[in-house]
């Protein structure tokens, strides 16, 4: 599953410069996710960076963008393969 931020979401700034893909933008009231881009750090880290530093846990799976491992995976590969 892609990550969404919830309307709890302070605008701290911590999480937008742990994304390694770029997915995390301020949006008009909160940060706001990419789910084209978002792996949930699948690919870069054992747990999603942005949710180990949320200070107010706003940021969750986010159920309009089922994805399994496998996929985030095969996401993560071809986010790679257009960044070279």
């Known amino acids: 599953m892609a990550l969404m931020i919830t309307e709890e979401c302070i605008n701290c700034d911590v ?3 742990e994304c390694p893909n770029g997915a ?3 949006g008009d009231d909160i940060y ?3 789910p084209a881009l978002c792996t949930e750090c ?3 880290y054992a747990s999603p960076q942005c949710i180990e530093v949320c200070p107010v846990d ?5 159920p309009a963008h089922v994805e399994s ?3 985030l995976q095969t ?3 071809s986010l790679l393969g257009s960044a070279a």
């Open 69 to 71: 491992r496998d996929q």
């Open 15 to 17: 999480c937008e410069p």
């Open 75 to 77: 996401k993560f590969e």
């Open 42 to 44: 699948v690919g870069h």
């Open 32 to 34: 706001i996710v990419d």
């Open 24 to 26: 995390l933008a301020q």
């Open 58 to 62: 706003c940021i969750v799976q986010d």
